[in-house]
């Protein structure tokens, strides 16, 4: 695909797919607008097989993570024990745990995704930077700990500048917009104002995952398959071109508890 990248009057980026002389414009999600569901439904005096229940609770799942109210998502989690598992297992793709546990897991899943969503996605960017963070907590260390997890870390997040040269960034062109989740990273090559597009990410989101005393957590070889599939359902609420990356340590450094920054990441 070859894009060719202009600007809105505000200064955000408007993408066109250039191709055989023609330029069609690329819809990019509006994080800015947002649809409040109700749970008014009407209810129904007959009952379905099990099967039929389950295709509508994912099918209700699907709207509410499309539409990004992520608190009543979760609720769905709640209806019994049987769409509880289905659930976990959907998103994480894990054998099955006490129901206390996969409730506590879920619902810190489901919080972290609308604290990226509110505290991020839709936070202003009046300096228009386009590398910017996620900051995300966990409460006491995990020096010793082999495997974190993403129910590891808090819901309350920071938004920091990446102190990271765009020159650095391995062919990767950035587009910053005013609001964060308006920004665009395009993987590839640029000829004459149009861009060979190898890969291409809106919103992105780069995790910086730290312990109480700020020291960086990830390392290449320790990042849990769990967090991929966080990764993966973040994207069918923001989108499949959603960027998902984490700051990672290198393996020299797994032990060290002095780096707070890197310049690696890795995509999700």
């Not at 109700?38 to 609770?57: R, V, W």
Request: charged share 25%; hydrophobic share 40%; net charge negative.
């Amino acid at each position: 695909m070859n894009v060719l990248v202009t600007n809105n009057y505000e200064g955000g980026p408007i993408l066109w797919d250039y191709k055989y002389g023609k330029v069609e414009r690329i819809e990019l999600i509006d994080f800015c607008t947002h649809d409040m569901l109700l749970d008014n439904y009407p209810s129904f005096p007959m009952s379905f097989p099990p099967e039929i229940y389950e295709k509508i609770f994912c099918y209700t799942m699907d709207l509410r993570l499309e539409t990004r109210n992520f608190g009543i998502a979760f609720q769905l989690c709640l209806i019994d024990r049987r769409t509880l598992r289905m659930f976990y297992k959907q998103i994480y793709l894990e054998n099955y745990y006490r129901p206390l546990y996969m409730i506590k897991r879920l619902g810190r899943t489901f919080e972290l995704a609308d604290s990226y969503y509110e505290d991020y996605i839709l936070k202003p960017n009046p300096a228009m930077e386009g590398m910017c963070a996620v900051v995300c907590y966990r409460e006491g260390s995990l020096r010793h700990a082999v495997v974190y997890e993403p129910w590891d870390f808090r819901s309350d997040i920071e938004v920091q500048k990446l102190q990271v040269d765009e020159g650095d960034m391995q062919n990767i062109k950035v587009f910053p917009h005013n609001f964060h989740g308006g920004t665009v990273w395009i993987h590839g090559d640029e000829t004459d104002g149009i861009y060979e597009v190898e890969l291409l990410h809106h919103p992105v989101i780069v995790l910086i995952l730290c312990d109480y005393s700020n020291s960086l957590i990830p390392s290449e070889r320790n990042v849990s398959n769990n967090w991929k599939q966080f990764a993966t359902f973040l994207r069918r609420a923001l989108g499949h071109r959603a960027g998902i990356y984490m700051m990672v340590k290198s393996r020299l450094d797994i032990d060290n508890p002095f780096i707070e920054v890197t310049d690696m990441f890795l995509r999700l």
